[in-house]
Structure formats: C-alpha cells, structure tokens
C-alpha cells in the first residue's frame, strides 16, 4: 500500500556533498516522521537523522554538516550531506512512518537504500 525509495547516492571526493531524496507514494494520509539510517557491511544500521512534526535529530558524527528536512504537499524527504567524510561511506536507508489513508494505521516502510561513496 506505501512504499518509500531513495535516490541521490553516488561517488563523491571528501569535503563534496551530496543531497538524497526519499520519496513515499501509495495510500498516504500522513507522514508522520522520516528517519534515514546507514550501515556498511559488517556493521549494524545506525540512525544519521531523523525529523518529526516537533523538530529534527542527528547523530552525533553528522551534526553541523547533515541537514534533514521533508517536503508534506511532496510526501518526499530528504538529507543535504555536506562536508563528507570517508567514513560516510555507507548505503543509506529511508524510514518513515506512514499513516495509512482510510486505515487509522500506522506503518513503518523502509526502502531498498542507495548507496554513498566518499573516495578521492
């Protein structure tokens, strides 16, 4: 019924940006917060950002250079990754949680992840 995909990743050298997109489509009444998480091979999922109705939170080894932020009339979120580091290496995931439209039900969806490169 909704589902959320990612695009945006890439190659970039360090100290570039990069700016990913998570779109949502499907029977969407609300979304009522939008997180993107990361995770390289080996390693558990780890939460970057997250931004609800009340505000927004980040990590602390993005604050000062991650930006999160949704667009409501787009059902579209999205992360401004600046001043990227080899250790933002990662493949990225967007959550969100998603009121059903009709439903009175609240889902979480996750999408496939895109994955980030930091290389020179």
């Known amino acids: 019924q909704v589902q959320v995909v990612e695009s945006g990743g890439g190659l970039v050298q360090p100290g570039g940006s990069l700016r990913l997109s998570c779109a949502a489509s499907?029977?969407?009444?609300?979304?009522?917060?939008m997180g993107w998480y990361r995770q390289v091979p080996g390693k558990e999922r780890e939460l970057v950002a997250r931004?609800?109705?009340?505000?927004?939170d980040y990590a602390d080894s993005v604050k000062g250079r991650f930006t999160i932020s949704k667009d409501n009339a787009k059902n579209t979120g999205y992360l401004q990754m600046n001043s990227l580091k080899s250790e933002d290496t990662a493949v990225y995931f967007c959550?969100?949680?998603?009121?059903?439209?009709?439903?009175?039900?609240?889902?979480?969806?996750w999408g496939q992840g895109t994955p980030v490169t930091v290389s020179s």
């Open positions: 959550n969100a949680q998603v009121e059903v439209h009709g439903t009175y039900t609240t889902v979480e969806i």
């Open positions: 499907g029977r969407i009444f609300s979304i009522n917060a």
């Open positions: 931004i609800f109705s009340t505000g927004s």
